[in-house]
């Protein structure tokens, strides 16, 4: 059974409050979730290319809905980076 993702709601959205979060609970970012999350933004693309093709506001939650997986995306790739630093004092990212 799947765990909820609750880390990006505790952590307000900020890199630095899930990294600490994270690292107080002994846990860690996967490269496979960074994956998934760039996937799920990807694959709201072209129902984001047609609201902004349409311009309406009634397509504005398709557009939030982007933005949402956009910042995740961004959030758990940042927790990411501040373990490889943390670990090797570099990142390839």
């Known amino acids: 059974m799947a765990r909820e993702a609750t880390l ?3 952590a307000g959205g ?4 899930g990294f600490l979060l994270l690292k107080a609970r002994g846990g860690n970012i996967p490269p496979q979730w960074i994956t998934r999350a760039r996937g799920s ?8 290319a047609k609201a902004l093709k ?3 506001w009634g397509d504005i939650a398709v557009l939030r809905d982007w933005e949402d ?3 995740k995306e ?5 927790i990411r ?3 490889e630093l943390e670990r090797d004092g570099r990142t390839t990212r």
């Open 54 to 56: 349409k311009a309406k």
């Open 69 to 71: 997986s956009y910042d």
């Open 8 to 10: 990006f709601d505790e």
């Open 81 to 83: 980076v501040l373990f």
């Open 41 to 48: 933004r990807r694959n709201r693309h072209e129902a984001v």
């Open 14 to 17: 900020s890199a630095l409050e």
């Open 74 to 78: 961004c959030f758990y790739n940042g």
